[in-house]
């Protein structure tokens, strides 16, 4: 099992940023892709999850609105766009695969991670 995330981004305060996650050696759609961020200093902060198998999602409050979750199952890739970004949305982001049994923001005992996609927003 692998997620492979796409590479770093640099970019400015309002700009969007779309972050990848290809995921290979499993079904794609038997298993949630939860994503999760950490900033400088911080701990993790659970951001939301999307069920790959009908593109349902759920979000975190604090992201509603201003972070969307897809997934595409021709490529196996789970994708999430971050909008309206501030200097404070400056974080290493995750996917992790969820089989469904990792509550939501409360536990990070995920199986397998991806290698993590920095994120910096700078003017």
């Known amino acids: 099992v692998r997620l492979v995330q796409s590479g770093a981004e640099l970019t400015n305060p309002g700009a969007s940023v779309k972050v990848s996650c290809k995921a290979s050696?499993?079904?794609?759609?038997?298993?949630?892709i939860d994503w999760v961020r950490q900033a400088p200093g911080q701990g993790l902060e659970w951001m939301g999850r999307i069920d790959p198998e009908n593109g349902g999602t759920k979000y975190a409050q604090k992201f509603q609105g201003r972070v969307t979750f897809t997934a595409d199952t021709s490529t196996n890739t789970a994708y999430v766009e971050l909008n309206s970004l501030k200097s404070e949305d400056t974080a290493m982001y995750y996917c992790?695969?969820?089989?469904?049994?990792?509550?939501?923001?409360?536990?990070?005992?995920?199986?397998?991670w991806g290698q993590g996609t920095q994120v910096t927003v700078s003017s």
């Open positions: 050696g499993y079904t794609f759609t038997s298993y949630y």
């Open positions: 992790a695969r969820n089989d469904g049994t990792v509550e939501a923001g409360k536990r990070f005992d995920y199986d397998y």
